[in-house]
């Protein structure tokens, strides 16, 4: 969380493929649960691991960044960011690693797609016309079958979509606050949006189900710094390509792990998506310096 770095693309790109395996080993975790886990028990560890670590944080460095006049963006960011973890953890439960890491990737498409709305940003043919291809490759990757779509498919785009809205309020908040009280709000309200679900459902865990949680919440936690400081530490452009190593980590624990092998539609469709993926980040990184 430090304020300012030297640019280190290298250690940046190490620190991008360290939270990549990071996110991979926090959603495996979580499959080891007992199916009588409340599905709130897993955001709710996921949101207090993440205020517990960054409270130590500030009281250890600057107690002042608890505070902020700007409380209720970042209690709407908080309440986004519930709603973007519960439809990310639902995705990683009902459908293959490789196919739900793939999803992730959508929010670059779904940043394009809202900019003139949010925005008022002109997105111009060739941005359009990456974003639709993008969509194409969502499409051939999950299967769809005329109007039938798979529900971890709708959580996974539901939890890309929620993470482009999250990209437009950080844009927003990093004028005012630093990313220790951005966090700091989003453990704080997160978790007191799961407290009531998570207290109910207390019971039906057992120790062996609670240390998974605990791991799991803070495998997720430093995933989310080791990005942060990332790009603190390394320029954007430098380091485009480094988040997608996610899709080798998945396909890899998905198979010797679990026996998943991805198809070859999936592969098509996730080689899609990484393509427009990539597309849409330079033309952005052009447009916006």
Known sequence: ???????????????????????????????????????????????????????????????????????????????????????????????????????????SLFTIALAPLVLGERIGIKRATTAMLGFVGVIIASGLNGFQVETGVLFGLGSALAAALLIFQNRVLARTEKTATIMFWIGLVASLGTLPAALAGWTAITLQDGLLLALAGTLATFGMLCTVEAYRFGEVSALATFPYSRILFALIVGYFLFGELATLRESIGAAIIVFCGLVAHERRRKLHP
């Open 1 to 107: 969380m430090t304020q300012h770095a030297d640019i280190n693309n290298r250690y940046g790109a190490a620190l991008l493929i360290l939270g990549a395996a990071v996110f991979t080993a926090d959603v495996t975790v979580l499959r080891f649960l007992s199916p009588e886990v409340p599905f709130a028990l897993i955001i709710f560890f996921r949101s207090i691991s993440q205020l517990i670590i960054v409270s130590i944080w500030i009281a250890l460095r600057n107690p002042a960044l608890f505070r902020s006049a700007r409380w209720p963006g970042l209690v709407v960011r908080g309440v986004t960011s519930l709603i973007c973890w519960w439809l990310y953890y639902a995705s990683f439960q009902r459908l293959d690693l490789a196919l739900a890491s793939t999803l992730t990737f959508t929010t």
